[in-house]
């Protein structure tokens, strides 16, 4: 389901949805998801793009325990994931690009044990990694691009 330039997110029934498995929302006005959005259990990869007026994450999104690709890309007033991020049991890839009121990465995510792939680009306020990054023991692939504030990694 490809959703573009949408002043609201729309409602749809839930049996419409229930095997939904790809959602991508891009130039949408809206400044949060709504905490149904949790109920797209089949959801295998959820992108996020250019909803600039963005501001909040849901921890609802930590109900999709299929979703194993997650992009936000473009959403600039996105100020912070949702610590509970750490709990999504399937995540292999996270990419995060051009998010620039994100001032870092939560702790938690060090729990996504099946994170293989970790991209984060253009990201002006990243100044470090949390230093559980180092759990993430399947990662297979960490690109780090235009992080201008990135003074350090974490040691181990």
Same mark, same amino acid.
């Given at each position: 389901?490809?959703?573009? *330039?949408?002043?609201?997110?729309?409602?749809? @029934?839930?049996?419409?949805?229930?095997?939904?498995?790809?959602? #991508?929302?891009?130039?949408?006005?809206?400044?949060?998801?709504?905490?149904?959005?949790?109920?797209? #259990?089949?959801?295998?990869?959820?992108?996020?793009?250019?909803?600039?007026?963005? &501001? *909040?994450?849901?921890?609802?999104?930590?109900?999709?325990?299929? /979703?194993?690709?997650?992009?936000?890309?473009?959403? $600039? &007033?996105?100020? %912070?994931?949702?610590?509970?991020?750490?709990?999504?049991? *399937?995540?292999?890839?996270?990419?995060?690009?051009?998010? $620039?009121? /994100?001032?870092?990465?939560?702790?938690?995510?060090?729990?996504?044990?099946?994170?293989?792939?970790?991209?984060? *680009?253009?990201?002006?306020?990243? %100044? %470090?990694?949390?230093?559980?990054?180092?759990?993430?023991?399947?990662?297979?692939?960490?690109?780090?691009?235009?992080?201008? %504030?990135?003074?350090?990694? @974490?040691?181990?």
């Amino acid at each position: 389901l490809l959703l573009v *330039r949408c002043g609201v997110l729309p409602k749809f @029934p839930l049996n419409l949805v229930s095997e939904l498995w790809q959602l #991508t929302i891009s130039g949408c006005s809206f400044s949060s998801l709504p905490d149904s959005i949790g109920q797209l #259990t089949a959801l295998t990869q959820l992108e996020v793009k250019q909803c600039q007026n963005l &501001s *909040r994450f849901p921890d609802a999104v930590t109900q999709l325990t299929n /979703l194993q690709y997650l992009q936000l890309m473009g959403c $600039s &007033s996105l100020g %912070s994931l949702p610590d509970s991020i750490g709990t999504l049991p *399937r995540l292999q890839h996270l990419s995060i690009t051009s998010c $620039s009121s /994100l001032s870092g990465l939560p702790d938690s995510i060090g729990k996504l044990t099946t994170l293989t792939k970790l991209e984060l *680009r253009n990201w002006e306020k990243l %100044s %470090s990694l949390p230093d559980t990054v180092s759990q993430l023991t399947n990662l297979q692939y960490l690109q780090l691009t235009d992080c201008s %504030s990135l003074s350090s990694l @974490p040691d181990s």
